[in-house]
């Protein structure tokens, strides 16, 4: 299989490795030049330093061959047009992308893009050849279905400071993981949450918005842990 992936940060790489890993052919397209530098030492395959919503350097990537192009910046205009190059103009069969804001889920799926929200989701699609469906049910529980949920701390948040533990998480909510940087935190107690960071939580589709709430509330005081 090849794939085209739009890219080259945190999620296009963990992606890239996955794939690679199990002996499939893989191109990335990123403009930022330390990340293009940093994934052709570490792995076998072409790096294309440019603008995936850019005609000519998707040429270069030549997703006509591709059998599936997935967008995985943190931009989700990025990630739409350069989905809609692909399927329009190289007329690729799967599109999958990233999608940072839940609202922009509804206008990717219109255009035929599967709409997906973390590295681990995206990768067993392509691997797995599933549907997004399909993988819905795969983390459904017995009480009803779970959201996979991505929260970004807003980098204005320039005083907020607080560990898991003075976090009021509804019951059903757990913190899965924490990405800061090019680095990836298993939360626990004591983990403190900074501007910036982007936590992925598990919780009922009823409890996403008090989730949401009790990590971005700027207003909820940094309380010490007893």
Do not use: W
């Not at 006509?64 to 997935?70: K, S």
């Not at 399927?87 to 069969?93: E, K, P, R």
């Not at 990405?179 to 626990?188: A, M, N, S, Y």
């Amino acid at each position: 299989m090849y794939a085209v992936i739009a890219g080259g940060g945190k999620v296009g790489r963990a992606i890239a490795s996955d794939l690679l890993e199990d002996g499939h052919q893989v191109t990335i397209i990123e403009q930022i030049p330390e990340r293009t530098e940093g994934l052709q030492r570490l792995y076998d395959l072409l790096v294309i330093r440019g603008d995936a919503t850019d005609v000519k350097y998707l040429q270069q990537a030549r997703p006509e061959r591709a059998d599936v192009f997935v967008a995985t910046t943190r931009n989700d205009d990025v990630n739409y047009v350069s989905c809609q190059l692909a399927t329009i103009t190289f007329g690729v069969d799967r599109v999958l992308s990233r999608v940072n804001s839940p609202r922009n889920e509804e206008l990717f799926q219109a255009m035929g893009i599967e709409a997906v929200s973390t590295t681990t989701l995206i990768s067993r699609l392509i691997r797995e050849q599933a549907t997004v469906g399909e993988l819905i049910h795969l983390y459904t529980l017995r009480a009803g279905e779970v959201n996979l949920v991505e929260i970004d701390v807003p980098h204005d948040f320039a005083s907020y400071r607080r560990n898991v533990a003075q976090l009021e998480l509804p019951q059903e909510s757990v913190l899965v993981c924490v990405f800061r940087g090019e680095d990836t935190v298993i939360p626990r107690g004591d983990t403190f949450l900074a501007p910036g960071d982007q936590v992925i939580a598990l919780t009922t589709p009823e409890l996403e918005t008090a989730l949401r709430g009790a990590i971005l509330d700027p207003s909820a005081p940094d309380r010490p842990h007893p």
